[in-house]
């Protein structure tokens, strides 16, 4: 007997790496190894050294072959099994374990926006529907579009055991948001990742495409971000930590240092305009979701919980994103402890 390892990973796309993936068919007792690629088709080698290496770093049952069939994420590795520029996750590991004592979690909510025909999901083909406000969390078929594609990526995630917790339409037709976690930073942009790979593979099969693109639709309309939640120990147990991590965001040019991993085309999102900040400028405050870093007025109340970077594209990478908060929050936290 054997079963299929759909071998998933991440290219070298510029400025935004996509998703590749091919199948291995493997005999039952047998855990996936690793396996080689053209890197020549990925922007991640040239022709006349074309081969890379795969290697498994998470699995899960696949939801969609079902079965024994698994899902493999993979690192890539050049062919003297070291990690590849492209490989965002190697660079997360070593700032992932140095605080690792510190308790990281994050939730990230994955916004995207369904397209069909080259528009939105929802709008006509002629002309604009409706202004936003009436689809957020919407109910109707005048108001949300692609809900049994939503449903079943939804039901795919769980039965991959993945840690999806919660779904909603958001503000223009045809968009929508998954958020997962709380989860430790390696785990978190793990389980995203496959998540993605699952919203593609699930829309394809309504012969319908998935954008991560910061501003799907140019005009009055919100653009779609990576709202990350984060927290640590410390900052679940007391309001200064809440304060010092804030802080630690917005000292010196680390604003700026953020933003280059915050997903491309940034600038074209935060407006200051539809719920984002202003795209170079740094603030946080209690509820406001038009600052750089909310703190959510339950947290305020409690005086311990976590905050959102309200900033991150839709089409970040997460290993990125979790390693430039853990790196800047976690060493103010230390730095604050040795006062």
């Known amino acids: 007997m054997s079963y299929r390892a759909e071998y998933i990973w991440i290219d070298g796309g510029d400025p935004t790496a996509r998703l590749r993936s091919k199948t291995k068919i493997l005999d039952d007792n047998a855990l996936p190894p690793v396996w080689g690629f053209d890197g020549s088709s990925t922007n991640q080698a040239v022709g006349h050294a074309s081969d890379c290496v795969l290697e498994p770093v998470f699995t899960c049952p696949d939801p969609i072959r079902g079965g024994g069939d698994l899902l493999v994420l993979c690192e890539v590795l050049d062919t003297a099994m ?55 969390c919407g109910v109707g078929a005048d108001e949300i579009f692609g809900r049994e594609i939503v449903e079943q990526h939804l039901s795919y995630c769980l039965a991959a055991g993945l840690n999806i917790s919660g779904i909603n339409a958001e503000v223009m037709p045809g968009q929508w948001e998954f958020q997962v976690g709380p989860l430790p930073p390696l785990e978190v942009a793990d389980q995203l990742w496959m998540a993605r790979w699952l919203l593609y593979r699930t829309a394809e099969e309504h012969g319908v495409s998935v954008t991560l693109d910061p501003k799907p639709a140019l005009g009055d309309w919100n653009g779609a971000g990576a709202h990350t939640n984060f927290s640590t120990r410390s900052m679940r147990e007391n309001y200064d930590a809440i ?55 339950q947290v305020e109340a409690d005086k311990k919980g976590y905050i959102e970077d309200r900033r991150p594209n839709a089409n970040i990478d997460p290993y990125d994103v979790t390693r430039v908060i853990v790196d800047t929050c976690c060493a103010a936290l230390e730095r604050a402890a040795q006062v």
């Open 243 to 297: 304060i010092t991590a804030c802080e630690s965001l917005g000292h010196g040019d680390k604003p700026y240092e953020h933003l280059r991993f915050y997903g491309s085309g940034i600038e074209r999102r935060l407006t200051g305009q539809h719920e984002t900040s202003t795209w170079g400028e740094f603030s946080y405050g209690v509820s406001d979701r038009g600052a750089s870093v909310r703190i959510p007025w």
């Open 82 to 136: 070291v990690p590849h520029e492209s490989n965002r996750r190697a660079r997360l590991t070593p700032v992932a374990e140095r605080f690792a004592g510190q308790e990281p979690l994050f939730g990230i909510e994955q916004e995207y926006t369904f397209f069909r025909g080259g528009r939105p999901l929802g709008f006509p083909d002629n002309g604009f529907p409706a202004p936003q406000g009436g689809y957020y």
